[in-house]
C-alpha cells in the first residue's frame, strides 16, 4: 500500500543528500523543485490508463489526482536540476544572456508545454508516456539550438538523471516486490524493461532530465539570479 511513498522517499533521500553535500546548488535545487511540482496536476492524463498507483486516500483512483504527484515532482524538479552540477563538482554559468533583445529563457519549457498539447490532441491513441517524453525532447531541442554552451549540460545531465531515476524505480521494486508488475499498465506498453522497470520510463527519465536539468542557468542566469 505504501510502495508510492516508498519511492517517494528514496528521491526525498537523494534530493537531502545533494542539498547537504552540495551547498552551491541550494538555490537552484529549490527553484527547479517548485517549478516542477505544479506539474503533479498531470497525474489525471495517468492514471488509469498509464498505471494505477495505491494513494493516500485513495485519491488517485477517486479524483486521478494525489497529493504523491506533487511530491514526487517536487523531488524529481530539483535532482533533474541538481545531480549534474553535483558530480561535475563547479558552478555552471551562462556566457552573454539570450534575453538581450528578445527573451527566449523560457522557450524551451514552453516548447514542451506545447508539444504535449499539440501531440496529446492529434494522438489521442498514443500512450501518454509517449506523449510526455517526446513533448520533452521537443523543448530538449530547442533549447539545444538557442543554449549552445548548456548542450554537454543537457545531455549529461539527462543521462545522470535517467540513471537515477531507473535505480530508484528499481529500488522500489526490490523492496515491494512485485509492485512495477501490479501498478503499471503492461499491456499498453512495449513490454521491454530494465531491472524490471518498464524502458518507457527510462525515456521518460532520460528526456524529462534533459529538459530540466539546465532550466535554472536558461532563465536565472538571463536575470542574474544567485
Known sequence: M???????????????????LFPRVRRKLW?????????????????PEYWTPQTLFNLGLQYRVDIESFALMFFLGGLASGVYEAIVKQRLRVKGACCAKHCLCYTPLLFAIAGLA??????????I???SSIA???GVAWAFLIHAQLRKHLLFGGIAFAAIYLISLAL???IAPGW???TWNMAALSGITALRVPIEELLFGLSFG???TALYEEVCENFHVR
Open 180 to 182: 512495477i508488475a501490479a
Open 2 to 20: 505504501y510502495e508510492y511513498l516508498i519511492w517517494i522517499g528514496i528521491l526525498a533521500i537523494g534530493w537531502l543528500v545533494v542539498y547537504a
Open 129 to 131: 508516456i509517449y506523449v
Open 210 to 212: 534533459m529538459l530540466w
Open 118 to 127: 499539440i501531440f496529446a490532441r492529434a494522438f489521442p491513441e498514443l500512450n
Open 136 to 138: 520533452c525532447l521537443m
Open 172 to 174: 522500489t521494486d526490490a
Open 31 to 47: 527553484w527547479s523543485s517548485w517549478l516542477a511540482m505544479p506539474f503533479g496536476i498531470g497525474e489525471i492524463f495517468f492514471i
